[in-house]
C-alpha cells in the first residue's frame, strides 16, 4: 500500500527538524523506538512500518555516531521495505577534508560518502540532498545508485542578508575562496561585493591584510557557508572596520560555533547582528538575542515534494 505523503524519519538529533518539517501538509512522521543497552549500544525500532513508502530519514553526519545512526536508520528502511529513499542531510560533517594536501592524509569526506553510498538500494532508488556544501565537488563522491544534489541556502541567505544590509549594504565575505559564491549572491540583490586579502605563515596560521574594496561609510553583511571557532570571521571583520565599515553583521549557513567562539563574537565588539539557519543542532541550542536563527525546513521541503510532469505541447 503507497499513500501520497512522504514518510520522515530523523537520527535523534535532529527530531527538531522532523517535528517542523511533519507540521507541513504532504509529510508523516515515522514512529520510531530507540534506547540504549548497558555499553551504549544503540537500538533502533521503526514503528511505522516504511514499507511501500516514499521515505526521507533526516540527519547530519555532525559526529561519527550521527552518522552510523543515520546509515543504519537508512539501511533498516530499505529492508523494510520503502519504495524510494531520499536522504535529507542539512550539515554534511568532514567537509574540510574534502582533498588530500599532504602523502598519506586521508579525504574523510569520500570516506563517509562511500558509508552512506553502502546503504541498500530501494526499489525506486536512493538520493541524498546535501545543503550548502564547503566544497562543490563532494556530490561527486557518491557512488553506486546513490544520486547527491547540492542544494543552495540562498533564498534564506538572500532574506537574511537584505534585512540585515537595509537599502545600501556591500556584501562580503571572509576569504578569496567563498568570493563566487558570494559576488553571485550581490549579483541577485544588486549590491556590492567586497572580499579579503589573506597571507598564510610558515605555522599553518593565516593574516588578513587588505579588503578589496573602499568600504568607508558603509555597512558590511558577510556570508560565510559555516562558522567553526570564527577566528578567521573576525579578522575578516577588523579587516573590514579597517577599511572604514560603519557596522559589520554576519549570516552564515551552518553555525557550529564550537567551544565559546558565539561568546568570543560577542565580546570582540565587531558584529552589530550574527544570523545563522538551523540546518546544524547546536544553532538551536544557542538561539538567544545574540544569535538570530532561520529555518531551512520550508527549502528542503520543496526539495522533498514530487515535482509535476510538464505538460504535453
Known amino acids: 500500500m503507497t499513500t501520497s505523503t512522504t514518510l520522515v524519519y530523523a537520527t535523534e538529533s535532529y527530531g527538531y527538524m522532523l517535528r517542523a518539517l511533519c507540521a507541513l501538509p504532504g509529510f508523516e512522521e515515522g514512529a520510531m523506538e530507540r534506547r540504549r543497552f548497558p555499553d551504549d549500544e544503540r537500538y533502533l525500532r521503526l514503528i511505522t512500518p516504511p514499507a511501500g513508502r516514499n521515505v526521507a530519514i533526516l540527519g547530519g553526519t555532525i559526529s561519527d555516531a550521527d552518522t552510523l545512526e543515520l546509515f ?3 539501511s533498516g528502511v530499505v529492508t523494510d521495505g520503502a519504495r ?9 560533517g568532514c567537509s574540510t577534508m574534502e582533498r588530500a594536501v599532504h602523502p598519506g592524509e586521508i579525504v574523510t569526506a569520500k570516506t563517509r560518502a562511500r558509508l552512506l553510498s553502502a546503504i541498500p538500494s530501494a526499489p525506486e532508488g536512493n538520493r541524498a540532498l546535501l545543503l550548502d556544501l564547503h566544497s562543490e565537488g563532494l556530490p561527486y563522491y557518491f557512488e553506486g545508485g546513490l544520486v547527491a544534489t547540492h542544494l543552495h541556502a540562498m533564498p534564506v541567505v538572500s532574506g537574511a542578508v537584505k534585512r540585515l544590509g537595509g537599502d545600501n549594504f556591500v556584501l562580503a565575505c ?10 553571485r549572491l550581490a549579483n541577485e540583490i544588486g549590491v556590492a561585493a567586497s572580499f579579503v586579502f589573506k597571507r598564510r605563515h610558515d605555522d599553518g596560521s593565516t593574516e588578513v591584510i587588505a579588503a578589496s574594496a573602499n568600504l568607508q561609510g558603509r555597512r558590511v553583511v558577510i556570508y ?3 562558522i567553526r571557532s570564527g577566528g578567521t570571521l573576525v579578522g575578516a571583520a577588523e579587516a573590514y572596520r579597517a577599511a572604514g565599515a560603519t557596522s559589520i553583521a554576519v ?26 539557519t538551523d540546518s546544524h543542532p547546536r544553532a538551536l541550542e544557542l538561539q538567544s538575542p545574540e544569535l538570530a536563527v532561520e529555518s531551512v525546513v520550508p527549502l528542503l521541503a520543496r526539495a522533498l515534494r514530487p515535482q509535476p510532469l510538464p505538460e504535453a505541447s
Open 72 to 74: 543504519d536508520l537508512a
Open 224 to 226: 560565510d557557508d559555516m
Open 84 to 92: 524510494r529513499l531520499t536522504l535529507v542531510i542539512p550539515y554534511f
Open 174 to 183: 571572509t576569504d578569496a575562496g567563498r568570493a563566487k559564491w558570494v559576488q
Open 251 to 276: 549570516v552564515t549557513t551552518h553555525g557550529l560555533f564550537c567551544g565559546d567562539a558565539l561568546p568570543r563574537l560577542c565580546r570582540s565588539g565587531l558584529f552589530q547582528s550574527i544570523v545563522c
